[in-house]
């Protein structure tokens, strides 16, 4: 198989030249944030490290870890390195509760972000002969303008059509001549299914690129029977960069992480940095970004890492389809949800948190998120209609807060189970 | 010149209402009243009963969500028109109804229908006013 490689000499740099640059960039990476993010000299500061501490990859264990805590702890633009000025964009992700998390890039963060996503198209062998829709939201989440800009840059024919309406996508797909579609994998299952529906069995798309959700080699199966396309997988999140922190190459063996712009590291249950092979949390430390860099931050992905070589000639690692989180967070549709954020959101309707528990399942191919509430007595109303406004503040408020839409579900006190008193906030029925 | 009627919230699954009338029945609670509200996921059923502080306090110790509300017990005419006599007054004064439902039974040759509107007191001036009867906590009691 021929692998179109965007950029050859950073993407196959042999492995010691790699780890050179690596440690090259680290200690850039560390100074930088020493000398303008008062968060991270503190810190540094209490371990009683400076920047000349710091000789390379080697050291990098002695760097403090970051949490997304930390994001939220100095909101908006506490961790920010550079002035206001020098910042050209900024997105948010929902934040734990209440507060997005914020992240503000450079003109020259964004020239990587297109470089890393441009090789990330032609890791799926989108070019500039195609026609890439591109069904990810925009806005905000980083999703539709990280495709939109790798696509362009690789020269291809860019349809920012955004996420949701089916029909209307369908109707690109045909007319428009796609031939490459970016979306989370449950939509394209959704688009997929949608074109069955109509009877279209004809489409010109040949790859898809999708991410922003976990997903599993039976949906990959499915989405590229269905589509007759190949199905890539793509990984990102917002604080680290957005979509193209990893991506699969044609041989779908694993993500490459582009590592001479990352540096991830496998953290053990001890907060000790594993070798390759061995599964725990994924951290990473963004050797140049220059809006907001940070030094090993925690995503509380759990999966593996591998360097052993790949078929395509790409020499940065891989890692494994993500197998879970270490902590409480849920994907719904791409969106990160925290129990925290649903609390928060009943927090501020009923002035208390009530008994409740989030009931998150795969409805087709869509997840659905139904948050069942137990009715405190003041809320209790003779009318209907009083209760559906209640209804409808809480899943407002859910939509505000955690910035999905939930379904809300009434139920009597005492219908939560408790084990030991304490009520399971969170049954995931989806097989993932 | 109000009744107390009782609301419960009661989920729309098989069981819930006849574990509810079954919490009445061990109580020795009669409910001489009663209509259910539903929605997709949930019915509010509303009832009067003798003694609505000792359901409440019953129901509640049950895990029960209940709320007391004062309602109007209306005697109507039992014969064609006798309803609407009693409407077009409410409506003559811009009196809105929050809903209505009938009672299991008469108070001699009347009907009697339990009404809950916007504006509770301007409704029982407007209906006394025009000769309409209307029932007190003591005498639901007594029926």
Redesign the interface.
């Known amino acids: 198989m021929e692998h179109m490689i965007w950029n050859p000499t950073m993407e196959c740099m042999p492995r010691d030249q790699l780890r050179a640059l690596q440690d090259d960039r680290l200690k850039d990476v560390v100074r930088r944030v020493y000398e303008s993010v008062p968060f991270y000299r503190d810190k540094m500061q209490k371990l009683g490290l400076t920047p000349k501490d710091i000789h390379g990859v080697a050291d990098i264990e002695l760097l403090p870890f970051t949490e997304k805590q930390d994001l939220r702890d100095h909101y908006p633009y506490g961790m920010f390195a550079v002035p206001q000025s020098e910042i050209v964009r900024i997105h948010a992700s929902s934040g734990t509760t209440g507060k997005p998390t914020v992240v503000g890039y450079t003109s020259g963060d964004i020239d990587r972000w297109a470089e890393m996503m441009a090789r990330s198209m032609y890791c799926a062998n989108i070019g500039k002969n195609d026609i890439v829709q591109v069904a990810y939201g925009y806005g905000l989440f980083t999703g539709g303008l990280g495709a939109h800009y790798g696509a362009e840059r690789v020269g291809a024919s860019v349809i920012p059509i955004s996420g949701g309406n089916t029909t209307r996508q369908l109707m690109l797909i045909q007319d428009f001549g796609s031939t490459a579609l970016c979306c989370t994998p449950s939509y394209a299952l959704n688009l997929a299914e949608a074109l069955q529906a109509e009877g279209i069995t004809e489409t010109k798309l040949k790859s898809g690129i999708f991410g922003a959700e976990p997903w599993t080699e039976a949906m990959r199966e499915k989405i590229e029977e269905m589509l007759h396309i190949d199905a890539i997988n793509i990984y990102g999140l917002s604080e680290v960069m957005g979509p193209g922190v990893s991506v699969e190459c044609m041989c779908k063996q694993g993500m490459h992480i582009w590592e001479d712009h990352f540096l991830p590291e496998i953290i053990g249950e001890n907060k000790e940095s594993l070798p390759f092979g061995e599964r725990g949390d994924l951290a990473f430390t963004t050797l140049t970004k220059h809006g907001m860099p940070l030094l090993r931050y925690r995503t509380h992905d759990l999966c593996t890492l591998t360097d052993e070589p790949c078929a395509c000639g790409r020499t940065h690692v891989r890692m494994g389809r993500v197998m879970g989180r270490t902590d409480d967070m849920l994907i719904i549709r791409g969106v990160n949800v925290f129990p925290s954020q649903v609390e928060h959101a009943l927090l501020q309707v009923e002035g208390i948190v009530p008994q409740y528990q989030i009931v998150v399942e795969r409805q087709g191919t869509l997840d659905t998120m139904e948050v069942q509430v137990e009715l405190s007595p003041e809320f209790m109303s003779d009318t209907v209609r009083d209760m559906e406004a209640l209804e409808r503040r809480i899943v407002n408020s859910i939509a505000a807060h955690a910035l999905v839409h939930a379904t809300v579900k009434l139920c009597q006190p005492g219908a939560i189970p408790r084990s030991e008193g304490k009520a399971k906030r969170v049954i995931d029925k989806r097989m993932l | 010149m109000y009744v107390k ?1 009782i ?1 419960v ?3 729309n699954t098989p069981g ?1 209402l006849a574990d509810f009338t079954k919490v009445l029945e061990d109580a020795g609670i009669d409910l001489v009243s009663l209509s259910i ?1 539903d ?1 997709t ?2 019915g ?1 059923l ?1 009832g009067i009963v003798a003694d609505p502080e000792k359901a409440r306090e019953t129901l ?1 110790q049950h ?5 007391v ?1 004062d309602v109007l017990a209306v005697c109507v005419p039992d014969r064609p028109g006798g309803l609407a006599g009693i409407l077009e007054k409410l409506a003559e004064k811009n009196i809105a109804l ?2 209505l439902y009938s009672f299991v039974r008469k108070a001699g040759d009347h009907a009697l229908i339990i009404v ?1 509107v916007d504006q509770p007191e301007e409704a029982v001036r407007v209906l006394t006013d025009a000769g309409i009867k209307l029932l007190s906590q003591d005498e639901v009691r007594a029926l």
């Open positions: 009627q609301s919230f009661i989920e819930r509200a929605t996921n949930f509010i509303r509640a895990g029960y969500t209940v709320k509300t929050e809903y809950r």
